[in-house]
Nanobody, 116 residues
Framework: QVQLVESGGGLVQPGGSLRLSCLAS????????MTWYRQAPGKERELVAS????????NYPDSTKGRFTISRDNAKNTVYLQMNSLKPEDTAVYYC?????????WGQGTQVTVSS
């Protein structure tokens, strides 16, 4: 059974940093690209970063480029999202999924709130 368990969210002030983790199980992690998404209240889920299966390629939309960094540890079946220079508009529930488009059911996500 596939499980995606996100953690590391919280409340942070504008300009602050957070590091999210996603522990994956139930599939061969090292053969899948991984992607982080977020969903703010009243908005559609959007992609915030993706990484190839061996970590050689990373992609970011303009909204997160230069501030967010995605990485992975295939030995630990974990993908990370380092978020710096956080803005109030980054407030959302953050999710991970396998592939460049979602391959599995969503996990519970982790809430990130950026507020002073």
């Amino acid at each position: 059974q596939v499980q995606l368990v996100e953690s590391g969210g919280g409340l942070v002030q504008p300009g602050g940093s957070l590091r999210l983790s996603c522990l994956a199980s139930g599939f061969t992690f090292s053969t899948y690209a991984m992607t982080w998404y977020r969903q703010a209240p009243g908005k559609e889920r959007e992609l915030v970063a993706s990484i190839s299966n061996l970590g050689l390629r990373r992609n970011y939309p303009d909204s997160t480029k230069g501030r967010f960094t995605i990485s992975r540890d295939n030995a630990k079946n974990t993908v990370y999202l380092q978020m710096n220079s956080l803005k109030p508009e980054d407030t959302a529930v953050y999710y991970c999924n396998a592939g460049y488009s979602p391959s599995f059911d969503w996990g519970q996500g982790t809430q990130v709130t950026v507020s002073s």
